[in-house]
């Protein structure tokens, strides 16, 4: 299964269970614009379980600018510091800061509040 989604407190948490690689990239980006599409305004928070490749953290940017344009508010767990440090460095400074957190729980604190 490459990822999971909740509704947790009113936050879209969509949980990626293993890193997509190049070949999975589309499959990845569809699944999770789709639900964000379908759940917004609902913020979104996506949890990576594993480091990041180049890849995945491609996809997250480009879902990053989807919610923008959304008007979703997106942000990103991972208990990762390569994987925080490059979504960090490569996040458009031009939109909606991407906000990355290392853990789950207080990425959906964060989200419910920033919502309400």
């Given at each position: 299964m490459?990822?999971?989604?909740?509704?947790?407190?009113?936050?879209l948490v969509?949980t990626?269970?293993?890193?997509?690689?190049?070949?999975?990239r589309?499959?990845l980006?569809?699944?999770?614009?789709?639900?964000?599409?379908?759940?917004?305004?609902a913020p979104?928070?996506?949890?990576?379980?594993?480091p990041a490749?180049?890849?995945?953290v491609?996809?997250l940017l480009?879902?990053?600018?989807?919610?923008?344009r959304?008007?979703?508010?997106?942000s990103?767990?991972?208990?990762?510091a390569p994987?925080?440090r490059?979504?960090e460095?490569?996040?458009?400074p031009?939109?909606?800061?991407?906000v990355?957190h290392?853990?789950?729980?207080?990425?959906?604190?964060?989200?419910y509040?920033?919502?309400a």
């Amino acid at each position: 299964m490459l990822l999971s989604y909740s509704l947790t407190r009113g936050v879209l948490v969509v949980t990626v269970h293993r890193d997509p690689g190049v070949g999975g990239r589309a499959e990845l980006l569809s699944r999770i614009s789709g639900l964000a599409e379908a759940y917004r305004p609902a913020p979104l928070v996506v949890v990576l379980e594993e480091p990041a490749s180049p890849a995945a953290v491609g996809v997250l940017l480009r879902v990053h600018r989807l919610c923008g344009r959304l008007g979703v508010l997106m942000s990103v767990a991972s208990h990762s510091a390569p994987t925080r440090r490059a979504l960090e460095a490569a996040a458009d400074p031009a939109g909606t800061r991407l906000v990355v957190h290392a853990r789950t729980d207080v990425a959906v604190a964060a989200a419910y509040a920033a919502a309400a």
